[in-house]
């Protein structure tokens, strides 16, 4: 479902507190909430994507349990993929480096 950004901005207004709720604590200098006075006034993508930015910091870059249970199913001769399955991976990776 896609959220256009008049119905997004609604529901800011609706809220009063929006972006109190929404930005992150630990939000780059400069940016205030509509109580303050703000350099910058953010646009809701740009909000969703500090929110995003925040969330993300904690991801690891590598999944260490998933790789584990890989390794040991292909030590233990479990794990199976097929040329197609593979060649149809690619293809999603080549279409979602596309679109950015």
Do not use: C, F, W
Not at 63 to 80: D, F, N, P, S, T
Request: charged share 40%.
């Amino acid at each position: 479902m896609k959220i256009r950004s008049s119905e997004s901005g609604k529901a800011a207004v609706n809220t009063g507190h929006a972006e109190e709720k929404i930005l992150p604590k630990d939000r780059p200098k400069g940016l205030v909430s509509s109580r303050g006075r703000a350099e910058k006034r953010l646009t809701p993508l740009e909000k969703g994507m500090l929110v995003a930015e925040v969330a993300l910091k904690d991801v690891p870059d590598v999944r260490e349990e998933l790789v584990a249970e890989l390794k040991e199913r292909i030590r233990q001769g479990e794990y199976e993929v097929s040329g197609k399955e593979v060649a149809e991976m690619m293809l999603r990776r080549l279409a979602a480096d596309r679109m950015r």
